[in-house]
């Protein structure tokens, strides 16, 4: 499976974002989907995660109450990470990824990736 994550860009702090995650190839079918993010200098983190039917999302702290994970109701191959009161410190490059091996919360678990899409947010 091929992940297109996009959405990304430069909005001031308090503003909002919603970032895609699209696969091709296959739809995510029963795989959780997950989205972390890089800032320059720090290691890969876990922002959310969204299992197969939508019932269950998990959030890390910092987001929480500002990010929601979701599935397209009509596209089984789309994820959305909808980003309200953005904060300077949420600045990275934001990822998608699917098919955890074991904990959704650990980048090593998953199989496949997109490629990136930076978020700037301007203080």
């Known amino acids: 499976v091929q992940l297109q994550a996009s959405g990304g860009g430069l909005v001031q702090a308090g503003g909002s974002l919603r970032l895609s995650c699209v696969a091709s190839?296959?739809?995510?079918?029963?795989?959780?989907v997950g989205w972390f993010r890089q800032a320059p200098g720090t290691e890969r983190e876990f922002v959310a995660a969204?299992?197969?039917?939508?019932?269950?999302?998990?959030y890390a702290d910092f987001v929480k109450g500002r990010f929601t994970i979701s599935r397209d109701s009509a596209d089984a191959n789309t994820v959305y990470l909808q980003m309200n009161s953005l904060k300077a410190e949420d600045t990275a490059v934001y990822y998608c990824?699917?098919?955890?091996?074991?904990?959704?919360?650990?980048?090593?678990?998953?199989?496949?990736w997109g490629q990136g899409t930076l978020v700037t947010v301007s203080s």
């Open positions: 990824a699917t098919d955890p091996r074991g904990n959704y919360k650990i980048a090593t678990w998953y199989d496949y």
């Open positions: 190839g296959r739809a995510f079918g029963r795989s959780t």
């Open positions: 969204i299992t197969w039917n939508g019932d269950n999302t998990y």
